[in-house]
Nanobody, 135 residues
């Protein structure tokens, strides 16, 4: 089973950028869906973006489209989330998660809003990394 290590969070001003990293150990990301999720205080967890590592299809929540980009570096066994034009409402703990599946369904469900049942059915989760956008 893959183990995940998320990093890259921090404090940035409104309009700033951050790049989050999700590094895998124990196995490669080949054949996995890898997603980024976030949870703000007092709010429900939500999916932000997801990538199918089998076909490299990418998926985004509406809140992330046009501002966030998910990508991967297979040599480093790492998935990234580049976040630009950050807003105060992006403040949250961000988590990466991985699930061994060839189906695009896992990613599609992960970024759907309102959050459907099964959106968080990923087998492996990393620890969170805090992102704070100051206004």
């Amino acid at each position: 089973e893959v183990q995940l290590q998320a990093s890259g969070g921090g404090l940035v001003p409104v309009g700033g950028s951050l790049r989050l990293s999700c590094a895998a150990s124990g196995t490669t990301f080949d054949g996995y869906a890898v997603g980024w999720f976030r949870q703000a205080p007092g709010k429900e967890r939500e999916g932000v973006s997801c990538i199918s590592m089998s076909y490299y299809n990418t998926y985004y929540a509406d809140s992330a489209k046009g501002r966030f980009t998910i990508s991967s570096d297979n040599a480093k066994n790492t998935v990234y989330l580049q976040m630009n034009s950050l807003k105060p409402e992006d403040t949250a703990v961000y988590y990466c998660a991985a699930d061994r599946t060839l189906s695009p369904y896992r990613c599609k469900v992960a970024v759907t809003t309102p959050v459907p049942e099964g959106a968080f059915d990923f087998g492996s989760w990393g620890q969170g990394t805090q992102v704070t956008v100051s206004s």
